[in-house]
Structure formats: C-alpha cells, structure tokens
C-alpha cells in the first residue's frame, strides 16, 4: 500500500517552517528585515492534494532583543506521520545560517520533524523557499516548498517525493490573526 506523506511540517519551518510575514501596510518598513515585521499569529490550514488529508497549522512569530523566534503546532498526519510536538526555532542576528540579516533569514538544521532542510526568507519581498529531505517519521522522502507573504497572508505550495517513487502536492494557507 502506497503511503502518501503531507509537508505540514516544512511549511511551519518555513512556515517557519516558519512561516515569516511581510510588514503591515500601515506600518513604515525598516530600511532592512528586522524581527518586528515578523511579529504576530498566522493561523490556516495545510491540505495534501494527492491523498486529500488536511491539518491546522499555527506559526507563531515573536521577538526578544535581536532574537526572531518562531514556535509552530501541526495537527493530522504530515508526511503521513503522527503529527509532531511543538516545532522551535530561535535566530539570533548576525550571518550565515541560522540568523537573520537586513535581507531576511536562513535556517540550516537538521530537524526530526522536518530531515535535514534549508529554508530561506528574502526581505523585503516576502518569498520563502526551502528543501530538506529525511524526517525521523519519513525516511527517503524530501520536499522542497515555495512560498509567499503578502500582506496578512501566506500562500505555499510544497512538493513531496516519496522513497517508492510517488508525489504529493500539499498547499498551506495562513492569515495574520
């Protein structure tokens, strides 16, 4: 029987993931990317196309000093897995991976819930895209997304290739709430 695996969890790394939000309109934007523009709750949903399952994801973005931190929660079954537990990522300024700059973010870690990922967000206009491959629960798979914020919304598409050869197609949708 051919199991089909959701990318709710790279979309809360991403979405974180991470998920991750373009500034409000009424606000003036930073010269560069600063936490700040992050700040809120984006709540949707994730819904996997090829086998129709679906999940709740909320991506909740904060900030302490310099510090962008990202704390996300998925529900069903991503990659076709128990869903996981709270999903933490904290980025520090400064360069390279793991930390936020004035053009954005990467994040490079190796994840049980997400494999081995890279996720990058591009300030100031809002794209987010990133690939890993291997989660704990889904050896052999890999995924890689394509996402953007606009506004109070966030719209990605993540693309799925299961060890036995098949795909899935699952995309997320989350407002600012």
């Known amino acids: ?15 974180l993931t991470a998920l991750v939000a373009a500034p409000a309109t009424t606000a ?39 510090t962008l931190r990202f704390t996300a ?3 069903g ?20 991976p793991n930390h936020w700059t004035p053009r954005g973010f990467s ?10 990922m890279n996720v990058m967000y591009v300030y100031p206009g809002g794209s987010l895209s990133g690939s890993g491959k291997d989660p704990a629960c889904a050896p052999g798979t890999s995924w890689s997304l394509d996402g953007m914020f606009t506004g109070k919304q966030f719209n990605a598409t ?13 995309v997320v949708s989350l407002a600012k709430t």
């Open 1 to 15: 029987m051919r199991r089909h695996r959701s990318l709710a969890d790279v979309l809360v790394a991403a979405s």
């Open 107 to 116: 994040i490079s870690n190796p994840s049980p819930a997400f494999g081995t």
């Open 73 to 75: 929660a998925i529900t």
């Open 28 to 66: 003036a934007r930073p010269r560069g990317f600063s936490p700040a523009v992050l700040i809120g709750t984006w709540t949707g949903t994730w819904h996997d196309q090829t086998s129709d399952t679906s999940g709740a994801l909320t991506l909740r973005i904060g900030a302490r000093g310099s």
């Open 77 to 96: 079954s991503p990659f076709g897995c128990t869903a996981p537990g709270l999903q933490a990522f904290t980025l520090p300024a400064g360069s390279g």
């Open 158 to 170: 993540a693309y799925i290739a299961l060890p036995d050869g098949g795909s899935a197609t699952t």
